[in-house]
């Protein structure tokens, strides 16, 4: 035979490309290889028909690769290992999508000094062909044995087709499995891609916001026109509005990439103060709604006070957002049953029960919300609340919707001086 005449031998691979992650069928051998169902199958064979080596094998034109092995021979296979499809009888498996099999290749009609049997010292062999469920053909299922076997009996090859169909379905099964695994791989990675973006989006729209505002107030100190009398009012509106858009942005970044949001409770916090100066900062940017603010609590409370005037000035945007123009909203602060209780209570319709449950996922807008938010404000105060081991109770009837922040004020408050965080 010349050189031109001489087949192209397939590359060989073996276990140690599998062991690496670079062996050419990496992703059959896996699927096949970590599955606890093959390997009792290839167990039961072993036991139903007295083989001492079972295995499955991916099969191409050119290529014989072990998937999955059980050796009691010593024959030394095991998942990447490889030999010359020419030295198989799988080849032949897969060009007729016929069984081979025989009890004992020296009185078998057909094998008898078969050259494949005399090279690996084979006497008792089945091979079985395995197809995916589309028809295209995938390898075979084989057992065998350096001693005579009754593996032709019947029921013995009756139960190696069931087998084969079983391994066929699990393939399909774990296919998808292994699609689906890594679909939802893609998806975090992607999540956390734009999680990290909004984090990054949120910290840079600081400094310009931080001038506009600077900005504004030189505008202030000087003299005022009729027309800047109208104009100044809407700026700070939108101010108002940008900063509380790049407060929820941060924190809701921070949480989902920091494990949950950070609060830092001191005893006696400043609370009346600040939930006074986000109420004078949302009335001024929202110079046509009436905001009553009633403060009637006097036991220290341990909390973050920051943070829940935050939470606060999200309650009362929701408000803004969702009640009745030129209506009153009241902002009422007080003991109740060991508890302090922070409600936001506006005039307007009621909130439909179908969407009740959803009111504090974030990215949920209300259905007829008068702003351009990202339905963060409630998530991040619901947040915040539970950081303190609090809550917010919510009751919508006879026109009036009341979001109430409650704290606990017994010794199950945040610890002092102690970052607390709420895993999300």
Not at 9 to 38: C, P, V
Not at 239 to 267: F, Q, V, W, Y
Not at 298 to 313: F, G, H
Not at 375 to 389: D, K, M, V
Request: some cysteine; charged content about 20%.
């Amino acid at each position: 035979m010349t050189h031109e005449e001489t087949p192209q031998r397939a590359l060989i691979q073996d276990h140690a490309a599998y062991l690496s992650g670079k062996h050419d069928f990496q992703a059959d051998i896996e699927i096949l290889s970590g599955s606890e169902l093959l390997g009792t199958i290839l167990e039961t064979i072993m036991l139903a028909t007295n083989m001492r080596f079972a295995a499955v094998a991916r099969v191409t034109a050119d290529r014989w690769v072990a998937c999955r092995t059980v050796d009691e021979v010593g024959f030394g296979l095991a998942e990447g290992d490889e030999i010359e499809i020419q030295s198989t009888f799988c080849q032949s498996v897969r060009a007729t999508g016929q069984h081979v099999m025989f009890n004992d290749v020296a009185t078998d009609d057909v094998y008898r000094a078969h050259p494949i049997a005399a090279n690996f010292g084979i006497v008792s062999y089945a091979s079985i062909p395995i197809y995916r469920r589309d028809g295209s053909f995938f390898g075979t299922l084989c057992a065998i044995d350096t001693e005579p076997r009754e593996v032709k009996h019947p029921r013995a090859v009756a139960m190696l087709e069931m087998f084969a169909n079983v391994i066929s379905q699990s393939l399909e099964s774990e296919a998808q499995l292994a699609a689906q695994e890594l679909l939802i791989k893609k998806e975090r990675e992607l999540a956390q891609i734009q999680e990290e973006f909004v984090a990054v989006l949120g910290h840079d729209l600081r400094n310009p916001v931080a001038a506009f505002g600077a900005g504004l107030r030189q505008l202030e100190k000087q003299s005022q026109t009729g027309g800047s009398e109208m104009i100044l009012p809407l700026m700070h509106a939108s101010l108002h509005r940008m900063n509380e858009l790049i407060d929820n942005i941060m924190m809701h970044a921070k949480s989902r990439l920091g494990g949950g949001i950070r609060i830092s409770a001191t005893p006696n916090a400043p609370l009346a103060e600040a939930i006074t100066q986000v109420v004078e900062e949302i009335r001024i940017a929202a110079p046509d709604r009436e905001i009553i603010l009633e403060l009637s609590f006097n036991q220290p409370v341990t909390c973050d006070a920051p943070r829940i005037a935050q939470a606060v000035s999200n309650l009362l945007s929701n408000a803004i957002n969702h009640g009745t123009p030129g209506t009153v909203i009241r902002v009422q602060a007080m003991h109740q049953q060991g508890e302090l209780a922070i409600a936001v209570s506006n005039r307007g319709k009621p909130i439909p029960e179908d969407i009740k449950g959803d009111l504090f996922r974030p990215f949920r807008r209300g259905r007829k919300a008068k702003s351009e938010g990202l339905g963060l404000g409630l998530f991040i105060a619901s947040s915040i609340a539970l950081s303190h081991q609090g809550r917010i109770d919510v009751t919508s009837r006879d026109g009036t919707t009341v979001f109430a922040l409650k704290l606990p004020l017994s010794a199950e408050a945040p610890a002092i001086d102690r970052d607390r965080q709420l895993p999300v």
